[in-house]
T-cell receptor, first 112, second 114 residues
Framework: TQLLEQSPQFLSIQEGENLTVYCNSS?????LQWYRQEPGEGPVLLVT?????EVKKLKRLTFQFGDARKDSSLHITAAQPGDTGLYLC????????????FGKGNQVVVIP | NAGVTQTPKFQVLKTGQSMTLQCAQDMNHNSMYWYRQDPGMGLRLIYY???????DKGEVPNGYNVSRLNKREFSLRLESAAPSQTSVYFCASSEMGLAGNEQFFGPGTRLTVL
């Protein structure tokens, strides 16, 4: 059973369009992270959200943590080809736990 | 800073051969991890080490062993490789803090077992 479900699994859009991907769970997390992975490389941390309802912005990327700390979304404004990659969400079950639960990822392709 | 480094980058083994994947981090992190990534399966935790001197099993430990050599280095050993172990292996490190378990990944080792 996958603890974190990401949707959609695959998304292809034109440069300049907006997109939103989702990370959902029935479990509560003390914190949640988003990573981006490009082909042939390891995941790179983008952001961590900790507080329910928290919104963080990273240039054209907006991350939101659900009020109940069970879900999160990533919104990209005016997508560019450089945004292409696999976006992974990962949650910490409870504070002090050394393990992360990873979703399977949202594969995003931005067409020039 | 190099961050997390892994060797080798690529490896081809025959069934039954053994090998050790090396990982080192220069961020003075206490915790280190080994994952495998397979199409459609996401990242799965093989073993982790919360601190120097300790190791624990993750989701898929069968067929693997690990050694936390010191605070910097964490190796993964395949004693008798099987085709089911064909995968991309990632090492990661982290330091638990108020932001939770932010992990930093190496570039991966692509392993094929024939």
């Amino acid at each position: 059973t996958q603890l974190l479900e990401q949707s959609p699994q695959f998304l292809s859009i034109q440069e300049g369009e907006n997109l939103t991907v989702y990370c959902n769970s029935s479990s509560v997390f003390s914190s949640l992270q988003w990573y981006r992975q490009e082909p042939g490389e390891g995941p790179v941390l983008l952001v961590t959200v900790v507080t329910g309802g928290e919104v963080k912005k990273l240039k054209r990327l907006t991350f939101q943590f659900g009020d109940a700390r069970k879900d999160s979304s990533l919104h990209i404004t005016a997508a560019q080809p450089g945004d292409t990659g696999l976006y992974l969400c990962a949650g910490t079950y409870y504070y002090g736990n050394n393990r992360l639960a990873f979703g399977k990822g949202n594969q995003v392709v931005v067409i020039p | 800073n190099a961050g997390v480094t892994q060797t080798p980058k690529f490896q081809v083994l025959k069934t039954g051969q053994s090998m050790t994947l090396q990982c080192a981090q220069d961020m003075n992190h206490n915790s280190m991890y080994w994952y495998r990534q397979d199409p459609g399966m996401g990242l799965r935790l093989i073993y982790y080490s919360a601190s120097e001197g300790t190791t624990d099993k993750g989701e898929v430990p069968n067929g693997y062993n690990v050694s936390r050599l010191n605070k910097r280095e964490f190796s993964l050993r395949l004693e008798s490789a099987a085709p089911s172990q064909t995968s991309v292996y990632f090492c990661a490190s982290s330091e638990m803090g108020l932001a939770g378990n932010e992990q930093f990944f190496g570039p991966g080792t692509r392993l094929t077992v024939l």
